[in-house]
């Protein structure tokens, strides 16, 4: 781990304090692991987990409540750095620093963007934004639920599809993870047929996402090599499989894999790269491609996020 965290495992303490854990005192006696994150430089939780990379996380009383794999977990900002808690002790923490990117140095990363206004505009704006590293099958499956749809429809896709057929989750039952499931896994959703996607609320995506899940769970996509190829490479593998175009396949490469050569364009980034480095032009996604590409930066990826979330979040935009 390098300088930019360390980690803390503490037991929730039985006593009252001013910081209380994010499960309630009648759990106290089961004495959950809480672990303490000290970070040496920004981290924005709500940005990060509300700027719509990923889609199972909501905010309650006691923080940021949410799945990571088969973790149910609560994240909160503490000071200094993050505190996250979970219903059962955990000895292992890493599955949670490698989806958070805590280890990360983001100033390194804030340096390599090029030092233009809207860059400039962008990281005051969204200082503390991170990438997460999430699992690539959910997040394939994630992204192919999100074509045309905003964020908060995505998330209530996903969190109807994860109740539907995900698997509980052991917790107590008055915690907030009483009722916390799994994403749940290409084959299960494989057996699921077009007519039980649909009624998770997901429309014409259901056969997309059920050929997704057929093809990984039979083996024929392999999502666990495709983070050892080339980008390029990667990206038309993801592109083989139906509903799944470059912005869809940048994501996932970009937000499961680390990738930063994605540069995933929707419709927010297009608005931002327009409106922002070529104001009154006509200029076609192509050319834009073109221009990320070489203007950005070897974190080419993360500043595309920190653009997608500024643009979103600015006054006088409307949704599209």
């Given at each position: 781990m ?5 980690v ?16 309630s ?6 004495r ?7 970070l ?15 889609f ?27 505190e ?40 005051a704006?969204?200082?503390g934004?991170r ?13 192919i639920l999100?074509?045309t749809k905003q ?33 749940p ?6 057996l ?9 609320k ?6 997309y996402l ?21 980008p ?9 499989l139906?509903?799944v ?19 995933p ?19 076609g ?24 979330h ?6 006088d935009?409307?949704?599209?």
């Amino acid at each position: 781990m390098n300088a930019g965290a360390s980690v803390d495992r503490l037991d929730t303490p039985a006593t009252p304090n001013p910081n209380p854990p994010l499960l309630s005192s009648t759990h106290l006696q089961r004495r959950p692991t809480v672990l303490r994150i000290p970070l040496e430089t920004d981290y924005d939780l709500e940005a990060t987990l509300n700027c719509g990379q990923a889609f199972r996380w909501r905010l309650t009383e006691r923080g940021w409540t949410g799945v990571i794999g088969t973790h149910p977990v609560c994240l909160r900002s503490n000071g200094r750095g993050l505190e996250a808690e979970t219903a059962h002790p955990v000895s292992d923490w890493d599955w949670l620093t490698e989806y958070l990117q805590t280890d990360l140095d983001l100033e390194a990363v804030l340096r390599t963007f090029p030092d233009d206004e809207p860059m400039r505009a962008a990281l005051a704006s969204c200082r503390g934004l991170r990438l997460l590293r999430q699992h690539p099958w959910e997040c394939l499956a994630s992204f192919i639920l999100s074509s045309t749809k905003q964020i908060v429809q995505i998330r209530q896709i996903v969190e109807a599809l994860c109740e539907r057929y995900g698997e509980p989750l052991p917790a107590p039952p008055a915690s907030p993870f009483a009722r916390a499931r799994t994403f749940p896994s290409p084959a299960r959703l494989a057996l699921a047929g077009e007519t039980g996607l649909r009624a998770c609320k997901m429309g014409f995506r259901a056969p997309y996402l059920l050929a997704a899940a057929q093809r990984v769970a039979a083996g024929q996509l392999d999502l666990d090599r495709l983070g050892a190829r080339r980008p390029e490479n990667a990206r038309a593998e993801l592109m083989q499989l139906p509903g799944v175009g470059p912005k869809i396949a940048d994501c996932v490469l970009l937000f499961a894999y680390g990738f930063q050569a994605a540069f995933p364009l929707d419709v927010w980034v297009l608005r931002a790269l327009r409106r922002l480095y070529f104001p009154g032009r006509r200029i076609g996604p192509g050319r834009l491609r073109r221009f990320a590409a070489g203007h950005f930066g070897p974190y080419a990826g993360y500043a595309q996020q920190y653009l997608f979330h500024y643009i979103r979040n600015a006054k006088d935009e409307a949704n599209p």
